[in-house]
């Protein structure tokens, strides 16, 4: 497609009529790229003053530009064709799917699936070889359910969801609409639950269950588990990444993301918009608030307020953990220091 081609599919899917392009160079474009990998024919995109090096290095044809007059002149000096935008992120990744749409098989039932006939089965359904349906699933409209999948009884999935192959939906789970779950997820669990006694443990049965609500993502081999009774909930457009450990009667709220490694103990509570970067460890009932933010390797053992970020183990105000790492590497000096004056004042 020509670059003008792709900025008017770009305005009509995003109603965004403020899109700038360099009227002198209107280029054919193959495809798309990382700015530092992109060859001649390709789109990429700068995201601001911070990237406005790689302009000089980048052999991309067009590049997808902030509202930056410098930025721009840059591109136009090297004669590489432009559209500038307040969201240059955003807009790159909108074109991608111009250019690129996920697998998604024509709806059909393999004739290895085994599919319980208590099961109620939607429209235009995609069920692979191999998928394991039990008593009482319900399954919407446009589901798309890849190879290997099991659906233990009870399960409820919503309109257009897909199920990667090798996921695993357990009992009474309740998926909603849009929603994505990659392979080796395990929805609906049992949730950890064992109650000391003097001759060891005894089992509590977990009879809660999970529920996703809509356009919730799930990464692969992510675990989220049933409580003994209640729910685990999953608010609506949050997403998860792979290898996240979820508990018992956790409560992530609407819009959250969470990155990869992370673990939450039971009863924790996420509220909206809430971003946990890697590994972040969350103890048993913490609170988290609206907007907090969580950087990699942190450990939660207490409430976090609304909007505040927080960093390190026990986790402390981000502006007060930067200064402690600033200290960190001057602590021998400052413990030698410490050892002269302590020897001075005995003298």
């Not at 199920?163 to 939906?169: E, G, R, Y």
């Amino acid at each position: 497609m020509k670059l003008s081609d792709i900025l008017n599919q770009l305005e009509a899917k995003t109603n965004d009529h403020s899109l700038a392009i360099n009227p002198n160079n209107d280029p054919e474009i193959t495809g798309l790229a990382a700015v530092d990998e992109a060859i001649t024919g390709q789109l990429s995109y700068i995201e601001g003053a911070k990237f406005a090096s790689f302009i000089s290095k980048t052999n991309a044809t067009a590049l997808i530009l902030p509202q930056d007059a410098a930025i721009q002149a840059q591109a136009q000096e090297r004669g590489i064709a432009w559209v500038a935008t307040s969201t240059p992120r955003l807009l790159f990744a909108k074109a991608i799917a111009l250019f690129y749409q996920p697998y998604r098989p024509a709806p059909e039932i393999h004739p290895t699936a085994v599919i319980h006939p208590t099961a109620k089965i939607g429209n235009d359904v995609y069920i692979g070889p191999h998928v394991v349906i039990q008593p009482g699933v319900e399954i919407g409209n446009d589901v798309v359910i890849h190879p290997n999948v099991v659906i233990y009884p009870d399960v409820k999935i919503g309109d257009r969801t897909t199920l990667h192959a090798n996921c695993t939906i357990e009992e009474r789970s309740q998926i909603g609409a849009d929603c994505v779950i990659h392979s080796g997820a395990v929805i609906g669990a049992e949730g950890f639950g064992f109650v000391p006694t003097r001759t060891g443990w005894f089992k509590m049965e977990q009879s809660g269950y999970v529920i996703l609500e809509d356009r919730v993502e799930i990464g692969c081999n992510t675990t989220i588990d049933r409580p003994s009774v209640g729910e685990t909930r999953i608010g609506c457009d949050t997403k998860i990444d792979n290898l996240v450990q979820i508990a018992h009667g956790c409560q992530i709220g609407k819009g959250c993301a969470i990155a990869a490694q992370t673990g939450m103990a039971g009863g924790v509570t996420l509220g909206n918009r809430v971003i946990l970067a890697g590994q972040v460890g969350i103890a048993n009932q913490a609170k988290l608030g609206d907007g907090a933010t969580v950087s990699a390797q942190s450990g939660i053992l207490h409430d976090v307020e609304p909007g505040e970020i927080v960093s390190g183990t026990p986790a402390v105000p981000h502006k007060l953990y930067l200064k402690v790492a600033g200290l960190y590497s001057r602590l021998p000096d400052m413990y030698q220091f410490f050892r002269q004056l302590q020897r001075q004042m005995r003298e």
